[in-house]
């Protein structure tokens, strides 16, 4: 949504049509200001959903913090817990690696490999890394751009292209720092994204 006006009239819009059909409905508003997880593209966010699944080191604490809170969310529709106890049952079922174990069964039954590793997932075979030319903080990264640069590159259709931020809001930046890296099967594409972000700003360090 462009702003939280907007997000809160969809919102009611939601609540009106689940109470119209007699369903529990728990509409919950959260930040659109960056990416959750650091990848934009589809293997690129499978490989960060695994890494959360594996309890790896590089994975997103802030994928994993929403899917947490999601979750608890709907522990709590169903009546299992309340509050910070079904919060506590959602990280059980992450840390205990139960999540994992049923995502394993949600590949096997779509005739996938159960076994599958994040870092095994194979990438766009050309990348290109964008360096940050000053140091500074990220201050705003444009989600629009992100957007039209991912698509450039050749997704959603092409599953191995896309997007890998290496830094988020907030986020110290020294000169000569990676801030993200490119992926696409086509350099021809890659050319496209960076002719795009010739009179565009993905981020803003200041």
Same mark, same amino acid.
């Given at each position: $949504?462009? &702003?939280? *006006? ?5 919102? *009611?819009?939601?609540?009106?049509? +689940? ?6 409905? &728990?509409?919950?508003? =959260? ?5 959750? +997880? ?33 979750? %608890? ?5 169903? +009546?299992? #817990?309340?509050?910070? !106890? @079904?919060? *506590? ?6 840390? %205990?690696?139960?999540?994992?174990? $049923? $995502?394993?069964?949600?590949? %096997? #039954?779509?005739?996938? &490999?159960? =076994?599958?590793?994040?870092?095994? /997932? ?6 290109? !890394? ?12 444009? $989600? ?5 640069? #991912?698509? =450039?590159?050749? %997704?959603? /259709? !092409?599953?191995?292209? +896309?997007?890998? /931020?290496?830094?988020?809001?907030? &986020?110290?930046?020294? *000169?000569? !720092?990676?801030?993200? =890296? ?10 496209? @994204? ?13």
């Amino acid at each position: $949504m462009p &702003d939280m *006006k907007t997000a809160r009239i969809l919102k *009611k819009k939601y609540e009106y049509v +689940g109470k119209k059909l007699g369903m529990k409905v &728990d509409v919950e508003l =959260t930040s659109a200001l960056e990416p959750i +997880g650091a990848g934009v593209g589809a293997v690129l966010q499978v490989r960060e959903v695994l890494r959360v699944l594996q309890q790896h080191a590089k994975r997103p604490m802030d994928l994993e913090t929403k899917a947490v809170f999601l979750a %608890s969310k709907i522990i709590e529709l169903v +009546g299992l #817990a309340k509050g910070k !106890d @079904a919060e *506590k049952l959602a990280y059980g079922q992450l840390i %205990s690696g139960k999540a994992r174990t $049923m $995502m394993q069964k949600i590949i %096997s #039954a779509q005739k996938g &490999d159960p =076994t599958v590793l994040s870092e095994e /997932l194979g990438l766009a075979k050309i990348q290109k !890394d964008i360096i940050a030319e000053k140091s500074g903080k990220v201050k705003y990264i444009d $989600m629009k751009v992100v957007n039209v640069v #991912a698509r =450039t590159l050749g %997704s959603p /259709l !092409d599953l191995q292209a +896309g997007l890998y /931020l290496h830094k988020k809001l907030g &986020d110290t930046v020294k *000169k000569g !720092d990676i801030i993200y =890296t490119m992926y696409a099967n086509d350099q021809g594409k890659i050319s496209l @994204a960076k002719e795009f972000l010739d009179d565009k700003k993905m981020y803003e360090i200041a």
